[in-house]
T-cell receptor, first 112, second 113 residues
Framework: AQSVTQLDSHVSVSEGTPVLLRCNYS??????LFWYVQHPNKGLQLLLK??????LVKGINGFEAEFKKSETSFHLTKPSAHMSDAAEYFC??????????FGGGTRLMVKP | EPEVTQTPSHQVTQMGQEVILRCVPI?????FYWYRQILGQKVEFLVS????????KSEIFDDQFSVERPDGSNFTLKIRSTKLEDSAMYFC???????????FGNGTRLTVT
């Protein structure tokens, strides 16, 4: 069985400041982990993917995430937030047959 | 970039009615999925489909649900007799291989009254 916990349901940052969205996972085997983003009235867009090649994964739009097995974490970061980053972010773990287990989502708000 | 497209974007139906949600996956993808998100809850897996048959399904995917790939391009989710609790956003997704990332559509918001 696997599960994902996103530690913050809402995060608010000012434009130009760093972003940290926290995610912890539980999996009985070596997982594939993803971050997806959902802008209003849009579908889920893949930000980045971890599949055991490198622990620091770079994604689109300047986002990156670090896989820490000892902490069972896969936090998403960005050095400098942009207004267009305001969206809902989902941490996801993949199980057998590409069955995805989603976290509860974190709504990122970016203040001018 | 190729996209997964879903129609309609919003569907309202009465309890007990049948509804069909439609999806056009990315053309060279071989694996197809339906997920749903009830308002305020997590996105949940419903079913995966490969080679014209269901690969995996969740407990949510009971006899009221069915999926079909009626032609070479469409992938549909049918709910035979809708209940109020079926109201949710339904996402279709596709992937090239069993292990490659899923590409999601924009979703169909189903409202059952």
């Amino acid at each position: 069985a696997q599960s994902v916990t996103q530690l913050d349901s809402h995060v608010s940052v000012s434009e130009g400041t760093p972003v940290l969205l926290r995610c912890n996972y539980s999996s009985s085997y070596s997982p594939s982990l993803f971050w997806y983003v959902q802008h209003p009235n849009k579908g889920l867009q893949l930000l980045l993917k971890y599949t055991s090649a490198a622990t620091l994964v770079k994604g689109i739009n300047g986002f990156e995430a670090e896989f820490k097995k000892s902490e069972t974490s896969f936090h998403l970061t960005k050095p400098s937030a942009h207004m267009s980053d305001a969206a809902e972010y989902f941490c996801v773990v993949s199980g057998s047959g590409n069955m995805l287990t989603f976290g509860g989502g974190t709504r990122l708000m970016v203040k001018p | 970039e190729p996209e997964v497209t879903q129609t309609p974007s919003h569907q309202v139906t009465q309890m007990g009615q049948e509804v069909i949600l439609r999806c056009v996956p990315i053309s060279n993808h071989l694996y197809f999925y339906w997920y749903r998100q009830i308002l305020g809850q997590k996105v949940e897996f419903l079913v995966s489909f490969y080679n014209n048959e269901i690969s995996e399904k969740s407990e949510i995917f009971d006899d009221q649900f069915s999926v079909e790939r009626p032609d070479g391009s469409n992938f549909t989710l049918k709910i035979r007799s809708t209940k109020l609790e079926d109201s949710a956003m339904y996402f279709c997704a596709s992937s090239l291989t069993r292990d490659s990332p899923l590409h999601f559509g924009n979703g169909t918001r189903l409202t059952v009254t």
